[in-house]
């Protein structure tokens, strides 16, 4: 099993920044690509970006340019850097882990987060 908490959620103006991390623990191991998703309200949830071990990244389109995803092998953390936030960009944030490869589908990372609440302003 592999624990996930997510954190750095809040309350930001539009054009401002937020940093999430993703602390992981339980049987951690460096064979997890890591992603995060988002699921605003009455929306399903969507891939936001993702990670692997070797630190490949893929992002969707609406966060390209904008949004960083990084890890730290380390610590067991990864990190979402989200710059120049739009009122668009307000969900719920999870991060979520899955064996090997990288996965833009939800269905396909089996150990998720609680989420944390990101909300942008006008």
């Known amino acids: 099993q592999v624990q996930l908490v997510e954190s750095g959620g809040g309350l930001v103006q539009a054009g401002g920044s937020l940093r999430l991390s993703c602390a992981a623990s339980g049987r951690t191991s460096s064979s997890y690509a890591m992603g995060w998703f988002r699921q605003a309200p009455g929306k399903e949830r969507e891939f936001v970006a993702a990670i692997t071990w070797s630190a490949s990244t893929v992002y969707a389109d609406s966060v390209k340019g904008r949004f960083t995803i990084s890890r730290d092998n380390a610590k067991n953390t990864v990190y979402l850097q989200m710059n120049s936030l739009k009122p668009e960009d307000t969900a719920v944030y999870y991060c979520?882990?899955?064996?090997?490869?990288?996965?833009?589908?939800?269905?396909?990372?089996?150990?998720w987060g609680q989420g944390t609440q990101v909300t942008v302003s006008s």
């Open positions: 979520a882990a899955r064996l090997h490869t990288i996965s833009t589908q939800a269905k396909g990372y089996a150990y």
